[in-house]
């Protein structure tokens, strides 16, 4: 047997001592964990929500790190939108912070999809959607309505048309409000307005916003009555719907509908704003009836939205009351608001302008210049409207050229149709041409329009061709370009011109607008066309006509028959004047006028010369204040004169 030798350790054995416990962590569930971490992103959600600078963000970024929340998607989100409304571009902090994630949900794609957007980047916004999808993840409602919105910011509709290819690709988009909303916005932006109702019709369920974006692009392309049909048949209006046909009316020029609209608007206890009234003074303001103007002077103020402290309802009441002829009324807002910018003043500047208190407009335009208040490109075309409207040559030029120098408003086209304008009534027609064939922008329509008035006035024909020219070639379709210098040959007895201006009108299908006016009396609105006869009250309107017209024979009063372009005879031509529409809305005023009352009449054209020395005739024989309202400025007749000088 085999001895086995053993080695032993002498070293003496250690005691050991006895072991204490470890404390051990208290069990947590992870239910509680989980409840303890949204509190955390809640509370980190809601201080990002009032982060407005760059520094806050970074600290709120530390602390989600330092809390272990960089991965977690929903914070990050959150993260990214507040960089992108505070202008940070997106290849920069977001798309680091982005990277960060190894697992992007869709709501934090469509986060930097939607950063692209904001930015204009389209290709980039769509470049994170090529991605998002290579990885396997599926898109949401945000990520299509924020590519839509990308579309409509840059009027890329061949892209849109192919996102929304993608919505039907994939599916389930179909029924989505927000993604079927974003969708016809951005057809309507681009100008598809066929296809945004195709968008419509196809929705299975629709918003008030769906109706709404339709209704407010139907108005802007002027077609009312499919606006219309659209409203009616909503059901539940707000006051945003209301808003949008009221303020589409008074656009379209429809008048009497953005009344009527609005008053239902009331009738059906729905509440108004700022945007409303502005759409409703803008009727009343192309309406030119006073009445009205009172009425929703009224409303405005009940509604809390008076001119007083409102400067935007204020402005739009000064503007108000001067186009209809109550340029008191309007000053008299104008000094009662407590604040005044530079649109209140620009509208009074205008209104004194155009009612021919040239020296009125000046003095308020040097009064501004002593406040705070900057002028602007409008208020510039106020106070030069005033110079041409009064003759004031020097005083106009001088203003023009301090337009860039002092005030740093370089002189648009519409500055030049002024200067024309001014150059051109004082009968400096060289000086006028030379100025639109010279100046530094391209010319539009309304400085050769400018041009071919100037010539009407001081019977130039040469010089009107030249303007009527290039009128054709910028306005084909106005025909009122061509019918001005029909005129102006015909007052030259250039009658071969006439006829040959004549078919080419007829060879491109122009028709001739009628005139028309209308006068406010006791009794309401009263419109009239020129050579109308079918009023119920003709007879009587003829037989004043004719009484009037016989007393002011009595004072040397001989019809201008050069105001006629039509190759008639004399007594034609009488017939012709004496039919002319602010006549037939004169004589009826003198019928039903309050009397005493100032008759304020409004024409859709130029007054001829011989209804205007017909209303200065009037207006001494009468004894009644008369103004007239035509396209190009207000006429205060009194005591045989008017306050244009003859100087129109």
């Known amino acids: 047997m085999q001895n086995l030798s053993r080695k032993f350790s002498t070293l003496p054995i250690p005691k050991l001592s006895p072991s204490h416990p470890q404390p051990t962590k208290p069990f947590i569930p992870y239910s509680e964990i989980q409840h303890c971490r949204k509190i955390l992103e809640h509370k980190i959600i809601t201080i990002l929500d009032v982060c407005n600078t760059l520094n806050h963000v970074k600290q709120v970024h530390a602390h989600v790190i ?7 998607s929903y914070v990050i989100t959150k993260l990214v939108r507040t960089l992108t409304k505070l202008g940070v571009p997106v290849p920069t902090y977001p798309e680091l912070v982005f990277r960060q994630v190894l697992h992007p949900n869709p709501f934090l794609w469509a986060a930097m999809i ?24 599926g898109p949401v409602s945000f990520t299509f309505s924020a590519l839509f919105k990308a579309c409509g910011s840059v009027l890329d509709v061949g892209l849109g048309r192919q996102i929304h290819a993608q919505t039907v690709l ?7 409000l927000y993604v079927g909303n974003t969708m ?57 719907v209301w808003t949008a046909m009221v303020t589409g009316y008074a656009q379209n020029s429809m008048l009497k509908e953005a009344l009527d609209c609005f008053e239902r608007m009331r009738g059906a206890g729905v509440g108004l704003d700022e945007v409303t009234l502005l759409g409703v003074v803008s009727a009343c303001a192309q309406l030119g009836a006073t ?109 023009f050229a301090t337009m860039e120098k002092y005030y740093n408003v370089t002189p648009s086209a519409d500055h030049y149709t002024c200067m024309v304008d001014l150059l051109g009534r004082a009968g400096r027609l060289e000086e006028a041409l030379e100025l639109a064939e010279t100046m530094p922008i391209d010319a539009h329509g309304g400085v050769w329009g400018a041009l071919l008035g100037a010539c009407r006035i001081h019977k130039n024909p040469d010089i009107a061709q030249i303007a009527a020219s290039h009128l054709f070639e910028l306005e084909p379709n106005n025909i009122g370009n061509y019918v001005m210098l029909s005129n102006i040959y015909a007052s030259a007895g250039r009658w071969g011109d006439v006829s040959s201006v004549r078919k080419l009108m007829r060879e ?55 105001s006629v372009d039509y190759d008639v005879g004399d007594k034609e031509k009488m017939r012709i004047l004496m039919a002319h529409s602010e006549k037939l809305a004169l004589a009826y005023a003198l019928l039903y006028a ?55």
């Open 66 to 72: 330092g809390n272990g929340l960089s991965q977690y």
């Open 508 to 562: 491109k299908g122009l028709k001739k607008n009628p005139a028309y006016s209308w006068v406010e009396t006791k009794n309401g609105h009263e419109k009239f066309c020129a050579g109308e006869t079918s009023h119920p009250e003709y007879n009587k309107i003829k037989k004043a006509l004719d009484d009037l017209l016989n007393r002011l024979q009595d004072l040397g009063y001989r019809p201008n028959l050069n």
């Open 184 to 240: 016809i916005d951005m057809y309507l932006k681009c100008g598809f307005l066929d296809c945004g109702r195709k968008v419509f019709d196809e929705m299975p369920e629709r918003d008030v916003v769906s109706w709404t974006e339709l209704i407010v692009a139907y108005a802007k392309s002027g077609d009312m009555e499919s606006a219309r049909e659209l409203f009616e048949d909503l059901s539940l209006k707000d006051m945003v």
């Open 291 to 399: 009445r009205y103007a009172d009425w929703v002077r009224d409303i405005a103020e009940e509604s809390g939205f008076g001119a007083t402290e409102n400067v935007l309802v204020g402005s739009a009441l000064i503007d108000m009351y001067s186009k209809c002829g109550s340029l008191d009324d309007a000053y008299n807002i104008f000094q009662g608001m407590k604040q005044r910018n530079v649109f209140s003043y620009s509208s009074m500047i205008w209104g004194f302008a155009v009612h021919g208190n040239a020296n009125a407009a000046i003095g308020l335009f040097h009064e501004m210049l002593t406040t705070d208040v900057r002028p602007n490109r409008v208020t510039f075309i106020g106070v030069l409207t005033a110079c041409s409207h009064a003759g004031m040559v020097d005083q106009g030029r001088q203003l």
């Open 594 to 648: 309050v009397s005493g009352s100032t008759i304020k009449i409004a024409k859709n054209i130029r007054i001829c010369e011989d209804c205007h020395a017909f209303m200065c005739g009037a207006s001494r024989v009468t004894g009644r204040h008369i103004i007239v309202r035509d396209n190009m400025r207000f006429h205060h007749f009194e005591n045989g004169t008017c306050n244009c000088g003859n100087f129109w």
């Open 114 to 137: 939607r950063g692209c957007a904001i930015e204009g980047t389209l290709s980039e916004a769509v470049k994170y959607y090529g991605l998002m999808r290579r990885e396997g993840t």
């Open 170 to 176: 994939i599916g389930g988009f179909a029924a989505d």
